[in-house]
T-cell receptor
Framework: GAVVSQHPSRVICKSGTSVKIECRSL??????MFWYRQFPKQSLMLMAT?????????EQGVEKDKFLINHASLTLSTLTVTSAHPEDSSFYIC??????????????FGPGTRLTVL | AQSVAQPEDQVNVAEGNPLTVKCTYS??????LFWYVQYPNRGLQFLLK??????LVKGSYGFEAEFNKSQTSFHLKKPSALVSDSALYFC????????????FGGGTRLMVKP
């Protein structure tokens, strides 16, 4: 159980275009989803936290108008990179958890999306 | 503020030998500790977690970790390493009422040689 999918796994786009990445929890309800960015040989950098039905909370330094996050249902969150530029090229990873329980629950991660902006 | 340190960028071990990947943490209150593994170009896979209870936690693929409150450590161990264990390992910490937000260590690359 606790499977999280991400689509697409890899995307190449031209500078100035927008790219949407989907994150789905397949067998549980994800009350909270997280979006991370990972640079080569580095740890994960949290970009934003989203709770179902409410606006995302962005970490300091992350442009909310550039990285649009929507968490419209308990199984789906999307990250849209608007007007992408080469410096946005990175590995984007989402995670999902069910925080409705009494105990702290585990974050389950998607397989990641490799974005390359030409 | 919470923080996690993984002091070793890389750990090399021969197949069949025991392995240890170190992790120390700093958090206000009682920590909730996690280990994840990442294979190339993949997301993170959950290995194990410590929330409360026994200090020795057993997880997936034969891994275990021991919570040591006095040393603020949560080292990952396995009695006999496999070549397939070669990957990037992340330790992470959160605490109650943190909204499940994790703070990650920098990662440790484990290389198991035949």
């Amino acid at each position: 159980g606790a499977v999280v999918s991400q689509h697409p796994s890899r995307v190449i786009c031209k500078s100035g275009t927008s790219v949407k990445i989907e994150c789905r929890s397949l067998d549980f309800q994800a009350t909270t989803m997280f979006w991370y960015r990972q640079f080569p040989k580095q740890s994960l950098m949290l970009m934003a936290t989203s709770n179902e039905g409410s606006k995302a909370t962005y970490e300091q330094g992350v442009e909310k108008d550039k990285f649009l996050i929507n968490h419209a249902s308990l199984t789906l969150s999307t990250l849209t990179v608007t007007s992408a530029h080469p410096e946005d090229s990175s590995f984007y990873i989402c995670s999902a958890s069910d925080t409705s329980g009494v105990l702290v629950d585990t974050q389950y991660f998607g397989p990641g999306t490799r974005l390359t902006v030409l | 503020a919470q923080s996690v340190a993984q002091p070793e960028d890389q750990v090399n071990v021969a197949e069949g030998n025991p392995l240890t990947v170190k992790c120390t943490y700093s958090v206000s209150g009682n920590p909730y500790l996690f280990w994840y593994v990442q294979y190339p170009n993949r997301g993170l896979q959950f290995l194990l977690k410590y929330i409360t209870g026994d200090n020795l936690v057993k997880g997936s693929y034969g891994f275990e970790a021991e919570f040591n409150k006095s040393q603020t450590s949560f080292h990952l161990k396995k009695p006999s390493a496999l070549v397939s264990d070669s990957a990037l390992y992340f330790c992470a910490v959160t605490f109650k009422n943190a909204g499940n937000m994790l703070t990650f260590g920098g990662g440790t690359r484990l290389m198991v040689k035949p």
